[in-house]
């Protein structure tokens, strides 16, 4: 993964806007990191394969960034991206990687289901 650079995440975001897809969306702040300190609260939220088609969307901040995506009837967002790659399969990959380079929360989306 590469470091964030707006311009093309955010033409990626528009290629795939208005267009059936499937989005992957995580969060974590150390999963099962309670296990070391029972004082630790964890939380995370997970879904993958939610198809949707979203009407535009925008990349802001100047990093970490906030990735919105406006549907129809509400928003998709990830705050907190750092980092993006575009792999072999056309997906949009997107993560926010804490100061230890530990994935605090990542937004996939692409054009067929995730594996």
């Known amino acids: 993964m590469e470091f964030i650079q707006a311009d093309k995440v955010q033409e990626q ?3 795939k806007a208005k267009k059936q897809v499937y989005i992957h969306l995580e969060t974590t702040n150390g999963a099962y990191a309670n296990h070391n300190d029972e004082s630790f609260f964890n939380s995370g939220a997970y879904i993958r394969n939610a198809k949707l088609a979203y009407e535009y ?12 995506l406006k549907t ?3 928003w ?3 705050e ?13 990959l997107l ?3 804490d100061f230890t380079g530990k994935l605090a929360v ?3 989306i692409s054009e ?4």
């Open 13 to 15: 975001i528009n290629e």
């Open 57 to 68: 969307g925008k990349i802001t901040g100047e990093g970490p960034y906030r990735i919105g």
């Open 72 to 74: 129809e009837i509400g």
């Open 76 to 78: 998709v967002y990830a």
């Open 80 to 92: 907190g991206i750092t980092h993006y790659e575009i792999d072999d399969k056309g997906r949009l």
């Open 95 to 97: 993560a926010g990687l």
């Open 106 to 108: 990542a937004l996939e």
């Open 112 to 115: 067929t289901p995730f594996d």
